[in-house]
């Protein structure tokens, strides 16, 4: 349709013109972009393969052979250049005027390729600007809000699939398998990360990968899972009883949950992530099970996972409105079980709002 | 099994040995490896955060509390050490000896970091050493050949899966979803990239992400796809074609077919990519469509789907006996559509041997 096109290119066309000026601001004459997430969020490019030169006056995206085609349908706000080898050979072609201050992301850029780089463009004053753009890529608009939004609908459908599949006759790899195959059924580009299934004891390691252990009756069983939509990503854990499961287990889960509510109720915008980590564990550590919770509280997603801003002991700074995180507390008593509980959230001023919509409350299948 | 853990050991140990040699041959004190995949091929460990410090006489391997019980199931020749602050800060605790001449992944290692630890350690000197792993990890061991095995025999098995489901009911993300469920179904642990099912003119682009698009009648569908299995990787691809296809489509399938086979055929340890690349891109030269031929012939696969020894223009060095890579030509009309067929071989002195098993006549369903 039309109309849409044309807000889309509008959109872009302000990220390229915010962009701008930064550089103005910084004092830069151009800047250089390799990393595939900031390309795809300034240009629309989601190809595997790019590097994106703005000046203060146009911008160049350079890939390869492979996506001539697809160049030509996502980009709208830069001048597509296929170079077949290496946008540095076209660079160095003479075809492009490029001198001055160019920032370059040093947070993401080898010391190998940065060494290369000001060998092969020796005009270039190559400035480190690391961070460059998670100011900008933080705060999201209701486009990427709304994506987001349908990247967790999938999600809550996921895990009704899944609920009813889970049974001690199948294995962890099962309900994985389970997950990312709906993941696409639904929608989904696919998973934005593998899946963790984690059953009694395993579910004490925060990051187990699924393995072909049968789940095992009378335990908790930890189900993390997210998925890719247009782009923008998902992530959830809930965690469920399969069978009759302990009182400590119970009690555990019930405290691990009120951490979850206090955590939504407690976050806004303008705190920082230190703060909203500290009310999280400070209530842990009062219940006894402070030490139980080594991982931090949560993080931001949009067009990757784990993204700024981060909810650590670490995160200083002032969490923006219009940012994602997620509030995601665990315990987990080594050998014996763990349980965590994770939402997405938007933080506004006034408060946070969840995305998900899935049962909180202990389900036993 | 008793016997089974301790020949591990001893080939991890073996690998501990062969990097301190090459440190000893560089001249320096320490090798501090940062990336996960050299990090897995050294210790064994699979978990998504750590760093190794290999001195000349022990090595440590630094992540954090949610791996603490991952780690002491999976690492035998390092010493663990849960560093929950990061592990410079437990660097820079003085509890560890380090100075001198430490080399470092130059091509792994982002500029900022760098920068951070050269602060934070300042009686170390790090010394750059690009590719320090490559001539180590190319040549695969029995062990690591098994597993690759292992990765295909499941891939074959997903294709001979998906076919009978190729029909014009179901679209290209269908398919993706089949495949990433079978892969797991089968015991992988996961994708080893996001397959590629592109039907009709999609298949022009060599590397189109699978779509909401029913696969088209009469039109080649390009299947490319792989798993991991125990941390090894496999990759094929196949071009299928739904209902009858044209005399044009059957005449490039057999172009791209012999030219594939001629790649096999040409293929043995000691010759380099580009010569490689050379003979298979000059056969389809003098058919004419050698400018349909956009990318490179192939790839090395082991713990990383794409690594050494690239197969390209600029490969010019040998390819030695024991790697593993991909032969994989291909022919793209824009707005037609694309042909593209893939095996995985294994380099000796006296030829290659395909893994894959899948047929590769064209399979009209």
């Keep these: 349709m039309q109309e849409t096109s044309e807000t889309l290119l509008m959109a872009d066309q302000a990220r390229i013109h915010a962009l701008q000026n930064e550089l103005q601001a910084a004092g830069l004459d151009a800047f250089f972009i390799t990393n595939l997430t900031e390309i795809r969020w300034l240009t629309g490019f989601s190809g595997s393969n790019a590097s994106v030169l703005v000046r203060k006056d146009l911008a160049w995206l350079f890939t390869d052979f492979r996506y001539q085609e697809q160049v030509k349908s996502?980009?709208?706000n830069a001048i597509p250049i296929i170079a077949n080898d290496g946008f540095i050979t076209e660079l160095k072609s003479g075809k492009y005027r490029l001198d001055g201050q160019v920032g370059f992301q040093s947070d993401k850029i080898t010391v190998s390729f940065l060494e290369k780089l000001?060998?092969?463009l020796p005009d270039v004053d190559f400035v480190p600007k690391p961070a460059f753009f998670e100011n900008l890529m933080?705060?999201?608009?209701p486009d990427e809000i709304e994506k987001m939004q349908k990247a967790v609908e999938i999600s809550d459908k996921v895990f009704e699939k899944i609920l009813p599949l889970i049974s001690p006759d199948v294995t962890e790899l099962d309900i994985a398998a389970e997950i990312s195959y709906w993941n696409k059924k639904f929608g989904a580009e696919k998973d934005s990360f593998d899946p963790i299934v984690a059953s009694g004891?395993?579910?004490?390691?925060p990051h187990a990968k699924p393995?072909?252990?049968k789940l095992l009756p009378n335990q908790l069983i930890v189900i993390d899972?997210?998925?890719y939509y247009q782009g923008y990503a998902s992530d959830q854990t809930r965690t469920v009883g399969l069978g009759k499961i302990s009182s400590e287990a119970k009690k555990i889960y019930n405290l691990v949950l009120q951490a979850h509510l206090l955590g939504i109720e407690s976050a806004k915008a303008g705190m920082s992530g230190k703060i909203l980590d500290e009310i999280v564990r400070n209530f842990l550590t009062k219940t006894g099970y402070g030490s139980y919770f080594g991982h931090s509280l949560g993080?931001?997603?949009g067009l990757e996972v784990h993204e700024q801003p981060h909810v650590s002991r670490r995160s200083v700074a002032p969490m923006p409105a219009g940012s994602v995180i997620t509030i995601e507390p665990g315990i987990y008593l080594p050998e014996q079980f763990g349980v965590r509980i994770e939402d997405m959230v938007l933080l506004s001023e006034s408060?946070?709002?969840?995305f998900q919509k899935s049962a909180k409350q202990l389900i036993e299948v």
Tied chains: 1, 2.
């Design 74 to 76: 996502e980009v709208k």
């Design 299 to 301: 993080h931001g997603v």
């Design 225 to 227: 899972m997210g998925c």
């Design 138 to 141: 933080m705060v999201k608009t």
């Design 211 to 213: 393995s072909n252990q």
């Design 351 to 354: 408060g946070a709002t969840p």
């Design 201 to 205: 004891p395993r579910g004490a390691m």
């Design 118 to 120: 000001k060998s092969d």
